[in-house]
């Protein structure tokens, strides 16, 4: 059975990343466009943001990923409207019985009360303290946080326990949050880290539709930096054949705006999402798709992804090699860790009150 719907065309997907609503791998019927021979179709209306909320019944996941630096995280928001067309979190969307395709960036999930649920399970006497991340899947600072403030909730919670937190994101929007950021930088817990994946504004309108401007990225940077968070530049997802030969470039705008750390991994299409990147690439840059594809494919093992643990971060042969000696070398002549200090658990530390009881003391 053919698992993909066919393009929408007509504008209806103006300003978003996918060019149509693959239908998830979960799901038993197709959804295809026909001509029904009344002559030309009226164009379909514009793709509009919608947001649920979802109660949320714990805050903390837990993973035992080798290839993971922190064993815990939050996600405050499913699926994200910035837009990428290379997100691996898009076949998440399939689970919710959605299409990992527009239906993630356009059919969003936000969790309201996460920021309590997370502070009782911090209260938990069987709680242990550990770096918790956020951002790693979807972008807690996607536009629609401006509106829902679940980010701002959850730093809040983690500031008054003194917990440490580590922070992916592309949006500017962290930058509101910079008086807690920089509070909390301050005792050793807290570290941000910021995705650029290309310095051409017109490469990342068409990967990234939604996502602020390279050179908006590189601000938000000095201004963490300037408020005493330690900042890594993440050169990720670094596309083969498209944006591969902007690495020393990337990491040496980080650099300079301030990053003292910095992070790389290649292109990984999972599930879902090559199917979605493969089209995108052919509509996008035609002149490249080919190149970009079998670049893919040689950096995992002849596959368009290799899931295997150990491999599916790093990619394999030649071409992944090259990348990290390329990393290396630009790190070293940058003075750019490729590990960000060490956030503090020691000060963990359970406030006597609560919201609904406060303490007397």
């Known amino acids: 059975m053919e698992n993909k719907d066919t393009p929408l065309g007509n504008g209806a997907a103006r300003g978003r990343g996918a060019l149509d609503n693959a239908v998830g791998r979960f799901e038993p019927y197709t959804r295809v466009r026909v001509d029904d021979g009344w002559g030309a179709q009226e164009a379909?209306?514009?793709?509009?943001?919608?947001?649920?909320?979802?109660?949320?019944?714990?805050?903390?996941?837990?993973?035992?990923?080798?290839?993971?630096?922190?064993?815990?995280?939050?996600?405050?928001?499913?699926?994200?409207?910035?837009?990428?067309?290379?997100?691996?979190?898009?076949?998440?969307?399939?689970?919710?019985?959605?299409s990992p395709g527009l239906d993630f960036e356009t059919r969003l999930v936000a969790r309201p009360g996460i920021a309590a649920v997370l502070e009782r399970e911090l209260r938990r006497k069987a709680y242990r303290p550990a770096p918790l991340a956020i951002g790693t899947y979807t972008d807690p600072y996607q536009p629609i946080e401006a509106t829902h403030g679940l980010m701002r909730e959850a730093l809040e919670v983690l500031r008054r326990f003194r917990h440490p937190v580590g922070i992916v994101t592309k949006g500017s929007l962290i930058e509101r949050d910079i008086d807690i950021l920089g509070e909390m930088a301050a005792e050793g817990l807290c570290a941000v880290g910021i995705s650029l994946t290309t310095l051409d504004r017109g490469v990342a309108r068409k990967m990234e539709p939604r996502v602020p401007t390279p050179a908006r990225r590189l601000e938000v940077i000095g201004r963490l930096a300037a408020a005493g968070v330690p900042v890594r530049i993440c050169a990720s997802p670094l596309v083969p054949g498209l944006t591969d030969h902007e690495l020393e470039a990337i990491l040496e705008a980080g650099a300079g705006a301030g990053a003292v750390a910095a992070s790389m991994i290649p292109l990984r299409l999972p599930q879902e999402v090559a199917g979605l990147f493969a089209d995108w690439i052919a509509e996008a840059f035609p002149d490249r798709a080919g190149k970009v594809m079998r670049r893919v494919r040689d950096l995992h093992g002849g596959q368009d992804y290799d899931p295997a643990f150990g491999r599916r971060m790093t990619g394999q042969g030649t071409w992944a090699a090259l990348y990290r000696s390329r990393f290396r070398a630009a790190c070293n002549r940058l003075g750019l860790s490729r590990e960000m200090p060490a956030l503090r658990s020691d000060l963990f530390a359970v406030p006597l009150g609560t919201a609904e009881q406060p303490s007397l003391f």
């Open 44 to 98: 379909a209306p514009p793709l509009r943001t919608q947001v649920a909320e979802q109660r949320p019944r714990s805050a903390i996941t837990r993973n035992a990923s080798p290839d993971l630096s922190f064993d815990r995280s939050i996600n405050p928001y499913r699926g994200c409207e910035h837009g990428c067309i290379y997100c691996f979190a898009r076949p998440g969307h399939a689970w919710l019985g959605l």
